[in-house]
């Protein structure tokens, strides 16, 4: 075989497993928007050209690809399956899926996050430990490169904390504000929501989160153990019973685990961006949203392609 032969060969098997990802992600996504209370159509005066099921989970699966609306209609028009999938009579134009993006209701997109969670759960079994840290999204359109240039350094962006199950990689919660807040801030509304939505035996933090009413919410309310390293200045005395028993005896061996969200952020981050590409808040919100979903889903397919892969291993055993 020659070498250009070579190449074209290697391009073909490139393009395939591509290909096979993204039918994967978008059966995925679509049984996922399929399983939400949303009706097919917005109002009854609609064009009924494309259902809300097939916008939104084109608008999932521009996010998976982490491409804007123009490059990603552009490159849909090539994707013959894709539409075939989907059962798309027509591409939408870009603007379609903006204006649907913008309309669709934040509650929906917190529907379909929370169906995620049910591809990796079956029973209420609790998680063992949930690790909470925060992060920031920035919303900026000129480069670093520019900035510097010019000297203005625009550091403008949107705090975003969440909770992940360590065992599986999954993210169990999120909350996003518009301006930095202290971590504290975020943490009795993440802890509720994530609690809520899956119950977690243990809750690890870093230093940043450190605080006796966090701890006492922690251990009374959602009956769960708190780790979280204690802040001091100057050797002064701990206060708070749940602070000096930290300084006591703090359990290392289940902090390690807290790393692990600062992980799945480098991930999200890495994958699909961390800048955001709308302007006004609530959108920016319905965006983070969405990555939050596109997140978990992609872990899915990562559990699915481990499954399959273990399973060709043992047969081929066998039939040895």
């Given at each position: 075989?020659?070498p ?30 399929k ?24 608008v ?6 982490n ?34 993006f ?13 169906k995620?969670?049910?591809?990796f ?42 909770s ?12 996003a ?5 202290h971590?504290?801030r ?23 989160y450190?605080?006796e009413?966090?701890?006492?919410f ?14 001091s200045?100057?050797n ?5 019973i ?23 952020f ?37 559990f ?10 043992l ?6």
């Open positions: 075989m020659s250009y032969q070579n190449v074209c060969s290697k391009s073909k098997e490139t393009n395939r497993r591509l290909a096979s990802r993204n039918i994967r992600f978008i059966k995925a996504a679509f049984s996922i928007v399983a939400i209370r949303m009706s097919p159509y917005s109002c009854k005066y609609s064009k009924k050209t494309y259902t809300q099921y097939q916008l939104l989970t084109l999932l699966f521009k996010e998976f690809r491409q804007h609306y123009r490059d990603f209609i552009e490159d849909l028009g090539d994707m013959e399956s894709i539409q075939q999938e989907l059962d798309l009579l027509a591409v939408p134009h870009f603007t379609t899926l903006q204006k649907f913008y309309r669709i209701k934040t509650l929906y997109l917190r529907y379909a996050f929370g995620t969670l049910t591809l759960y079956s029973t209420n079994d609790p998680i063992p430990i949930t690790a909470i840290d925060s992060s920031g999204f920035t919303s900026g359109y000129s480069s670093y490169y520019y900035s510097v240039r010019t000297g203005k350094i625009r550091k403008h962006f949107l705090k975003t904390s969440i992940v199950d360590t065992d599986k990689q999954v993210v169990t919660g999120f909350i504000s518009k301006s930095p807040v971590d504290t975020h943490a009795h509304r993440l802890l509720r929501q994530c609690h809520k939505i899956r119950r977690s035996e243990c809750y690890v933090m870093d230093k940043g450190d605080s009413a966090i701890h006492r922690i251990r009374n309310d959602l009956h769960a153990d708190s780790i979280i390293p204690i802040r200045w100057n002064e005395v701990v206060s708070g749940y602070r000096q028993e930290m300084a006591l005896q703090f359990d290392e061996v289940r902090y390690r685990k807290r790393q692990l969200v600062e992980t799945k480098s991930v999200l981050k890495r994958k699909f961006s961390g800048d955001l590409k709308a302007r006004i808040f609530v959108i920016q919100k319905k965006e983070i949203t969405g990555k939050m979903i596109v997140c978990n889903i992609h872990r899915f397919l990562q699915f392609m481990i499954e399959v892969f273990y399973r060709a291993e047969l081929l055993k066998f039939s040895i």
